[in-house]
């Protein structure tokens, strides 16, 4: 089975400007949930998805806002970038909700760099 | 609102020598337990995770973690590390089982060297 994948790995962005950053889960899960990594700040959770509704938020501005479509892709879109955001953005996904009882595989990452 | 503590940003160890990875968590209900490892460039792996029973559980790599209620902690331990062991090792805590939400520690690097 192919693995959680993120794309682009990659992206360099200006400051004002926005992103959008793609996950597509394993085939067959429905949960999908993102993180944001930093070095100051380490992972923080950003929101999850199940079966297109958005069931959990962080504690995270308005800018920060994502989607889920039929298929249990995912993506994630930061408005307005700030210095602040650069970080690997992390997509997680599980065949169910709740991360206890249904293991969260995790994709690569997309490392955002905002200049 | 829970949090998780991983007291050591780094950990430098000699091969086949013993390693602990400290985690205190602070909860007011019932928590579930994970320890995450994450290789360079890589995503986070699930490494074990304790949920409910018996307060010791194992990964297939030779970690184990023991949970200690009275002292809200999870310390990872292997007795013999190798070079590969070398990675990012995040303790994880989930309050509600009906959610996909972790509150992560801030890391532990284990360096491992020859």
């Known amino acids: 089975k192919a693995g959680v994948t993120q794309t682009p790995r990659y992206l360099i962005k200006t400051r004002g400007q926005q992103v959008t950053l793609s996950c597509s889960p394993i085939s067959g899960h429905r949960s999908v949930s993102w993180y944001q990594q930093t070095p100051g700040q380490g992972l923080q959770f950003l929101f999850e998805y199940f079966s297109e509704t958005q069931r959990n938020k962080g504690n995270f501005p308005g800018r920060f806002s994502g989607r889920q479509f039929s298929n249990s892709r995912s993506e994630m879109n930061v408005s307005t970038l700030e210095l602040g955001d650069s970080a690997l953005y992390l997509c997680?996904?599980?065949?169910?909700?709740?991360?206890?009882?249904?293991?969260?595989?995790f994709g690569p990452g997309t490392r955002l760099t905002v200049l | 609102a829970q949090s998780v503590t991983q007291l050591d940003s780094q950990v430098p160890v000699f091969e086949e020598a013993p390693v602990e990875l400290r985690c205190n968590y602070s909860?007011?209900?019932?928590?579930?337990l994970f320890w995450y490892v994450q290789y360079p460039n890589q995503g986070l792996q699930l490494l074990l995770k304790y949920l409910s029973g018996s307060t010791l559980v194992e990964s297939i790599n030779g970690f184990e973690a023991e949970f200690n209620k009275s002292q809200t902690s999870f310390h990872l331990r292997k007795p013999s590390v190798h070079i590969s062991d070398t990675a990012e090792y995040f303790c994880a805590v989930s309050v509600n089982p009906g959610y996909s939400t972790l509150t992560f520690g801030k890391g532990t690097m284990l360096l491992v060297s020859p």
């Open positions: 909860s007011s209900v019932s928590v579930y």
């Open positions: 997680a996904s599980s065949s169910g909700p709740g991360g206890a009882y249904n293991e969260q595989f």
